[in-house]
């Protein structure tokens, strides 16, 4: 059975940051699963700023740029 943590998750709706408060805490398995949980779409670690969809910190690290990014996965 796998832990659940709670994550803050910073969505970046079609790769755009938005100045409204934009943070949502996820209970997940995984940053990964917290990401692809508030954005509704597979995510990858991997991309370009134009593919940012979520930013992950577990939930308490108010230090931003320790946060992990999810990406939009490329459709092939």
Same mark, same amino acid.
């Given at each position: 059975?796998?832990?659940?943590?709670?994550?803050? /998750?910073?969505?970046?709706?079609?790769?755009?940051? =938005?100045?409204?408060?934009?943070?949502?805490? /996820?209970?997940?398995? =995984?940053?990964?699963?917290?990401?692809?949980?508030?954005?509704?779409?597979?995510?990858?670690?991997?991309?370009?700023?134009?593919?940012?969809?979520?930013? /992950?910190?577990?939930?308490?690290?108010?230090?931003?740029? $320790?946060?992990? =990014?999810?990406?939009?996965? $490329?459709?092939?």
């Amino acid at each position: 059975m796998q832990t659940k943590r709670t994550y803050q /998750v910073q969505h970046w709706p079609n790769g755009e940051w =938005s100045p409204q408060h934009n943070w949502r805490k /996820v209970d997940a398995g =995984s940053e990964k699963e917290a990401a692809e949980k508030v954005c509704g779409l597979p995510l990858t670690e991997r991309g370009t700023l134009a593919q940012l969809r979520a930013r /992950v910190l577990t939930f308490g690290d108010l230090k931003q740029r $320790s946060a992990t =990014s999810f990406y939009a996965a $490329s459709r092939r």
